[in-house]
């Protein structure tokens, strides 16, 4: 079955340090979502990649889609307390009849040192 | 509030007790998803309605949990005969019908269960 790894597993950073997350799935995706949980939250969605190779930017944060839609990742530059959270990559392979369900990254927990 | 809610948000159960969780998604969303999820790892995807219908089921999904839509509105997750390895955060998410097109997801905040 579809398998999708993130690294790393947890990040320390300073604050006002960058950070990036790597995701990387075992077959080709047809989108990625990114979404952020809170320590005691649920996950939030941040955004969804489609093609390949696009880069998307929200403010400080770059996400990246790799030229073969295996890959993705996320940078934050310049982190702020604010951006402490899991960040779970979530991909979906090309519809197959079944294939509705989203496959999460395990996440990367940033904790961001004042 | 118009969030994906979520009750009860907590539930202490022993062991062989069968519970039952509800959602409440976004009320004009078609999509709805449970989810399971232990500390330290990603949302595991349980099942999917759109509208009434249940339309995908996790092969990793027991023959003891079983999820309704009856209007295509709320939902029920329930867990028979309860097990320690069923304690878990359960999460539900929904999302607009967009055809083939892939949408955001929008989660409650979860029942946290704990089996003893």
């Known amino acids: 079955g579809q398998q999708v790894m993130q690294i790393p597993q947890y990040q320390h950073v300073q604050e006002g340090e960058d950070f990036t997350t790597y995701c990387n799935s075992s077959?080709?995706?047809?989108?990625i979502q990114w979404y952020k949980q809170r320590p005691g939250g649920h996950p939030v969605f941040l955004i969804q990649l489609v093609k390949s190779g696009e880069v998307k930017k929200q403010k400080r944060l770059t996400f990246q889609f790799g030229e073969a839609k295996k890959n993705s990742s996320l940078h934050i530059t310049a982190t702020q307390t604010t951006d402490v959270g899991t960040y779970f990559c979530a991909g979906r392979t090309p519809f197959s009849g079944s294939a509705r369900q989203l496959t999460f990254g395990s996440g990367t927990q940033l904790t961001v040192l004042p | 509030d118009t969030g994906v809610s979520q009750n009860p948000r907590h539930k202490i159960t022993k062991r062989g007790q069968n519970v039952t969780f509800r959602c409440d998604p976004i009320?004009?969303?078609?999509?709805l998803y449970w989810y399971r999820q232990t500390l330290g790892q990603g949302p595991e995807f349980l099942t999917y309605?759109?509208?009434?219908?249940?339309l995908e089921k996790s092969r990793l999904l027991s023959d003891r949990f079983s999820a309704e839509r009856p209007k295509g509105s709320f939902s029920t997750l329930e867990i028979q005969r309860t097990e320690q390895g069923d304690s878990a955060m359960y999460l539900c998410?929904?999302?607009?019908w967009g055809g083939g097109t892939s949408y955001e997801q929008y989660f409650g905040p979860g029942t946290r269960l704990t089996v003893t």
């Open positions: 009320s004009e969303h078609n999509r």
């Open positions: 309605f759109q509208n009434e219908a249940q």
């Open positions: 998410a929904s999302s607009p």
């Open positions: 077959t080709t995706l047809s989108n």
